[in-house]
């Protein structure tokens, strides 16, 4: 389960595009952050994914992954160009298909390979042609379903909605958001040739003029019990209200937002309907990563918790220059997964009500986020007046290198800066971390879930499975046995 949302330009007070995902899976399942370089290939080489081998690019760009720890895909990134792409699970009825290339193998073959929206669209659904799409999704315990995707560039984005082999896509306006849920009607742009008549035949509509893809391919139970339907509704009331005013901290407070029936007991009671979802019911999953995007010309800015539930983690800054700071590179995805434990051992720590003062922790990182958006802004306002005109003139003059009009100068000042503010961010969330567990710690408070049965029974079993002296390296000989296959 999982939501994403985007508002272009014509909806944010400066022309930039806001974009963001929560990724929502088992609880359990380390979502790493990885930046993986440009590298050329070179001809006739292959590629193997999560479960299938492909024919390799000659060239793949830098991308910025946050990936489930297991597969070869993510599920929602970004890459040197400032194209994003958040992907969600959507179910319909097209049967199933054998094990090929997963929604987030789709999603990362999509940034390495392309450098707009409408070419990521056409790449994934030519690969959808060719491939197909199928496999198992789940972590410890098998989950199956399509894929919809929000992809989003500097200037223009898309939605994308799958069932099976077959598609429909619509070019957004302003504001848009996907969930675990087709969306698209019979107002698409582009289509699969055979998308209308495959539902004609399969007797799910009368003729051509009665088709609407989401009623159509639909699996209306799943669908139903999947909470998309609140979540979206929620998502898409806030930014109508906020259209024109929408920034990035606007889309940081929308992936915090829990219903009106859990906020305030989110560490007591599960939510499906809740943007910032909490496990702890025999049906549904928990965010386990959590990301926010801000796009303009050629300078992006990025929001990243490094961690799951982002009502309780810290929202920090990256970008996509010389250091790494809460990015890992391929061969550090031990190191990328300690950094999610050791967040995630505040999130278990919380359930067990052994912080002593969570308030006090949460005004501290409050206070945090605060400092750095007073930073950020200041950075933002600089990179705009720096990077963005030299890109708009590269444009229209037809070079190739917008960054070679800016002053060198300039760049190497803003890059010490951005530096400046990652490693801050990161510094401060580390002391706060290490200054909470130990208090923890030190109190020696029992472990004690509040809550009902079932969530009490749900937290104990998963907590054992993730943190017991026999299973705390399960997710690591998970990751390497994938990585040695």
């Known amino acids: 389960m999982c939501d994403t949302m985007v508002a272009l330009g014509n909806s944010t007070p400066d022309g930039a595009v806001i974009f963001a995902k929560n990724s929502d899976r088992q609880p359990n399942e380390p979502l790493l952050t990885i930046r993986v370089p440009r590298k050329k290939h070179g001809p006739g080489r292959k590629l193997k994914c999560t479960y299938i081998e492909i ?28 194209l994003n792409i958040g992907n969600e699970a959507v179910f319909t009825r097209e049967k199933q298909g054998p094990a090929s290339l997963l929604g987030m193998d789709l999603l990362r073959l999509a940034l390495e390979r392309c450098q707009t929206s409408r070419e990521a669209l056409e790449l994934i659904t030519s690969l959808l042609e060719q491939y197909g ?38 070019e957004v306006k302003d504001i848009r958001v996907i969930s675990n849920r087709l969306s698209i009607g019979s107002d698409f742009d582009l289509a699969h040739p055979g998308l209308v008549k495959n539902a004609v035949d399969k007797g799910w509509c009368k003729s051509e003029a009665d088709f609407h893809f989401a009623r159509c391919y ?81 300078s992006h800015t990025y929001l990243i918790t490094g961690a799951s539930t982002p009502c309780l983690a810290l929202y920090k800054p990256y970008w996509l220059t010389g250091g790494n700071s809460i990015a890992f590179r391929p061969g550090e995805e031990e190191q990328a997964l300690n950094f999610w434990l050791k967040r995630e051992r505040l999130h278990r720590a919380v359930l067990e009500n052994r912080v002593p003062d969570l308030e006090a922790y949460l005004e501290q990182r409050d206070r945090i986020e605060a400092e750095i958006d007073r930073c950020l802004d200041e950075v933002v306002a600089e990179l705009d007046r720096t990077v963005v005109p030299a890109v708009q003139r590269t444009r229209s003059e037809g070079h190739s290198l917008g960054a070679r009009y800016a002053s060198a100068l300039d760049l190497e000042s803003i890059e010490e800066q951005q530096q400046e503010i990652m490693d801050y961010a990161l510094g401060t969330e580390e002391e706060l971390l290490d200054q909470t567990l ?18 009490r029974w749900y937290w104990k079993k998963q907590n054992a499975r993730l943190f017991s002296a026999g299973e705390t390296a399960s997710p690591a000989e998970r990751l390497w046995k994938e990585d040695c296959s």
């Open 218 to 298: 639909s699996r209306r139970l799943h669908t139903f019990f999947s909470g998309s339907k609140q979540r979206s509704s929620m998502i898409q009331c806030r930014l109508e209200q906020e259209k024109g005013r929408i920034t990035l901290e606007t889309a940081r407070a929308i992936m915090r937002a829990h219903d009106k029936n859990t906020a305030g007991k989110q560490f007591q009671k599960a939510s499906l309907q809740s943007v910032c979802m909490h496990a702890g019911s025999l049906v549904g999953d928990h965010t386990t990563g959590s990301y926010v995007a801000r796009l303009m010309g050629g």
């Open 55 to 82: 024919d390799q690019a000659e060239e793949t760009f830098e991308t910025l992954l946050l990936k489930p720890s297991w597969m070869w895909g993510a599920e929602m990134g970004a890459n040197e160009f400032g």
């Open 438 to 455: 130990a208090r923890a710690a030190e109190t020696g408070l029992p472990a004690k879930i509040k809550g009902g049965p079932v969530f």
């Open 133 to 170: 799409q199928g496999g198992n999704c789940g972590y410890e315990k098998p989950f199956h379903y399509h894929n919809s995707f929000l992809i989003a560039d500097p200037h223009s984005a898309w939605v994308l909605e799958t069932a099976g082999c077959y598609w429909a896509a619509q």
